[in-house]
């Protein structure tokens, strides 16, 4: 059920339609037990992306993300796109979470992953 989740937001915030009922919907499935472990990283940077780019300032559930992206070499499975749109979405949400952008500054840097980057990307 996470890809459902994922791609609901991901699809509302492509569309842009603005639904604050559904995303405070979607940010309880995001912050329940047992959610964040499943989720893959195509996953945690889409919903990121799709809050940040709603303009729904969800700090519970970017906070939940962040969290799941910092444990166990999770950012290790971002691509490119992944990792730039993780990095925008906080920006544009204005959340600076200081652990998160390291981590994500660090991946960047890991084995000519920057490499990779498209210039839409950079």
Same mark, same amino acid.
């Given at each position: 059920y996470t890809q459902e989740?994922?791609?609901t937001a991901w699809a509302y915030a492509t569309v842009r339609v603005h639904d604050e009922a559904l995303m405070a919907a979607l940010a309880q499935w995001i912050t329940q037990d047992g &959610? /964040?472990?499943l989720l893959t990283s195509q996953h945690a940077a889409n919903l990121?992306?799709?809050y940040a780019t /709603?303009?729904? =300032?969800h700090t519970s559930v970017m906070a939940a993300l962040a969290g =799941?992206? /910092? =444990?166990?070499d999770f950012l290790s499975m &971002? @691509?490119?796109q992944e990792v730039s749109n993780t990095f925008w979405a906080?920006?544009?949400a204005g959340i @600076?979470?200081?652990?998160?952008l390291t981590a994500l500054a660090d991946r960047t840097m890991q084995d000519d992953f920057l490499s990779t980057f498209t210039g839409q990307e950079v």
């Amino acid at each position: 059920y996470t890809q459902e989740v994922a791609n609901t937001a991901w699809a509302y915030a492509t569309v842009r339609v603005h639904d604050e009922a559904l995303m405070a919907a979607l940010a309880q499935w995001i912050t329940q037990d047992g &959610f /964040l472990s499943l989720l893959t990283s195509q996953h945690a940077a889409n919903l990121a992306w799709a809050y940040a780019t /709603l303009g729904i =300032r969800h700090t519970s559930v970017m906070a939940a993300l962040a969290g =799941r992206m /910092l =444990r166990h070499d999770f950012l290790s499975m &971002f @691509k490119a796109q992944e990792v730039s749109n993780t990095f925008w979405a906080y920006a544009k949400a204005g959340i @600076k979470d200081d652990a998160l952008l390291t981590a994500l500054a660090d991946r960047t840097m890991q084995d000519d992953f920057l490499s990779t980057f498209t210039g839409q990307e950079v």
